[in-house]
């Protein structure tokens, strides 16, 4: 380590905001720079991003993160990144973009995910990645490029995902983490590429597409000069690759944990519900959905289910508001609604309406159904907005208990972090729909944190994962928030409602998704067809 560097830089690109969080040694947290995120989402199910611009904002939050901690570049010790999740990073010659990336929320490959379910090897790959195939994935995108876009496929020498991409952007080396790696095209067991899972999915003729594995508690490489004329930072600094910012942020959130019982929800913009388990102690569900995310700890893995729109849901019931708002005049900040969710849940009845949040094209946990839709299910004309704003809560929390519920016993304690944990009231609906207390960390940036971790085990500032754990993460977990037993049992008896609803509608979205295709068909000059509901194509409990 560097004479007088003091500081970790963890960097988390989330979907909706790329954050620099600057900590001390010990994890303290000493600054944050924080840059909106931009994508875009097209009526096709497309959902891409700028490569380019993501490296700028990416570059920007470190020069404003030099603005606010002194001494930043001389500081820093090393430095992490983490990224969303799965979607498709395509880099070509010299080491340029091929096209903008697919991100996790696109849902074009869903007709190449059912053709693969139906493959000889599906069950092959599940039992090998742990990982039920979705349309988020780069597994299934790439495959679908393979047929529909092989011209994208044609250009790129390598397949990043977000954090490789900028990885590859602050360090010139193109690698992935042993997470991706693993429960997209490996086996969570050894955390290496797997043949079998790579011809499963169809692509043993794209096998050069996928870079080396690299640890980044075990391995740094230099800050190029170019990336450090565009971040602020000294040419050299260490650069670790950190695992994806699912498990990163359950790092940091505390769930990895001595004591039984204990799991991990992120309700951000995706939900993400998990448990530390050994690898051999892993539960491979008949459904075959779920993800197995290795954690930075040697034979340790996370069993995980994600539902894919947790706070999107509440984004989409504010942002509603929001336009119907405007046509009267201002349109309301988001930090204006969000601040008045507390009030709307005071004054509105738990449990009178269910809603089912699946409001991002589809779903991915505990059940993979790309035709998945969200909905409102018990409504009277008394019902007003407060109302639906509460179902969208719980609705949110209901997904955390379909979750877990797949994953055998309920946690007695959920260690919460994301947008949703900086509410008293959604925390209480969480802890009453799950029956487990949660606990919430001082610390607001879990993610980054968990990534500066990988760079202080790297550097050798801790000499093992658990060590830098009792430091950095043990001390700042707050009290324990108990259920509300009569809520509990009110939850209890609307959960049963909520899955039987979403078994059942699970032919009605097959039924409107058909229907929307025959729109485009029809659109493109094809004769019509009748269409009648028929039996559901949902995968899963
Ligand atoms: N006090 C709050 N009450 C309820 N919801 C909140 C609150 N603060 C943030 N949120 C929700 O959390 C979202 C942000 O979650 P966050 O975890 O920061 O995002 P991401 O998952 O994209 O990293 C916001 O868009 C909003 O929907
Ligand atoms: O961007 P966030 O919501 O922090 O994380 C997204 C996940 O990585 C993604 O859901 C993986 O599929």
Not at 119 to 139: A, W, Y
């Amino acid at each position: 380590m560097a004479e007088g560097a003091d500081v970790l830089i963890g960097i988390d690109a989330g979907t909706s905001v790329i954050k620099a969080v600057a900590f001390d040694l010990a994890g303290r947290q000493l600054g944050t720079a924080a840059v909106v995120n931009t994508y875009r989402e097209e009526p096709d199910g497309s959902a891409v991003q700028s490569m380019e611009r993501t490296w700028a904002d990416c570059a920007k939050a470190l020069r404003e993160l030099g603005q606010v901690v002194d001494g930043l570049a001389r500081r820093t010790a090393a430095v992490s990144v983490t990224g969303q999740g799965d979607g498709t990073w395509l880099v070509g010659a010299g080491n340029r973009p091929v096209g903008d990336a697919w991100l996790w929320l696109d849902a074009r490959s869903a007709s190449t995910v059912r053709r693969l379910w139906d493959g000889p090897l599906e069950r092959t790959r599940f039992e090998r990645t742990g990982t039920g195939l979705n349309t988020c994935q780069q597994g299934a995108q790439l495959a679908h490029m393979a047929t529909v876009h092989p011209d994208l496929i044609g250009q790129a020498e390598v397949a990043l995902h977000c954090k490789d991409w900028l990885h590859l952007c602050l360090t010139g080396v193109r690698a992935t983490d042993p997470s991706e790696a693993s429960f997209t095209f490996g086996d969570f067991r050894n955390r290496a590429y797997d043949d079998t899972v790579i011809e499963a999915l169809g692509l043993s003729g794209r096998r050069h597409l996928l870079p080396p594995i690299l640890d980044g508690t075990m391995t740094t490489h230099p800050l190029t000069r170019e990336a450090a004329e565009a971040t602020g930072l000294l040419e050299g600094t260490p650069v670790s690759l950190g695992y994806v910012d699912m498990v990163m942020t359950a790092l940091g959130a505390g769930v990895y944990a001595r004591e039984p019982g204990v799991a991990c929800s992120t309700v951000g913009s995706t939900g993400v519900h998990m448990r530390a388990v050994h690898s051999e102690d892993v539960f491979l569900n008949a459904e075959g959905t779920g993800y197995v995310i290795a954690l930075p700890i040697p034979g340790v893995v996370t069993q995980v289910q994600t539902n894919m729109a947790a706070t999107l849901n509440i984004d989409w019931v504010l942002g509603t508001a929001a336009d119907l708002v405007a046509e009267f005049g201002d349109r309301p900040s988001k930090a204006d609604l969000v601040g008045r969710i507390e009030g709307w849940l005071a004054r509105s009845e738990p449990g009178a309406i269910l809603y089912h949040p699946y409001i991002s094209a589809g779903e991915r946990g505990p059940f993979i159904d790309p035709d998945a839709r969200a909905g409102f299910i018990g409504l009277s004309s008394g019902h007003r907005y407060p109302d639906l704003v509460r179902a969208v809560v719980e609705g949110i929390a209901m997904a955390a208990r379909d979750c877990y519920a797949a994953m055998g016993d309920m946690p007695r304690e959920l260690r919460l972090t994301g947008g949703a944990a900086r509410s008293r009231a959604l925390r209480s609906v969480l802890a009453a729909t799950t029956g487990a207390s949660v606990r919430t960390s001082s610390r607001d940036e879990a993610g980054a944190a968990g990534a500066a971790m990988m760079a202080a085990v790297a550097i050798k500032a801790f000499p093992t994962m658990d060590a830098c754990i009792e430091t950095w993460v043990t001390p700042l977990l707050g009290p324990a928030e108990a259920p509300d037993a009569r809520l509990a049992e009110r939850y209890a008896g609307v959960f049963e409602g909520y899955r039987t609803a979403r078994q059942g509608l699970a032919p009605v979205w097959n039924h409107m998704a058909a229907l929307r295709s025959r729109d485009v068909r029809l659109d493109a000059g094809a004769e019509p067809a009748e269409l009648a509901i028929a039996a559901g194509n949902e995968t899963g409990n």
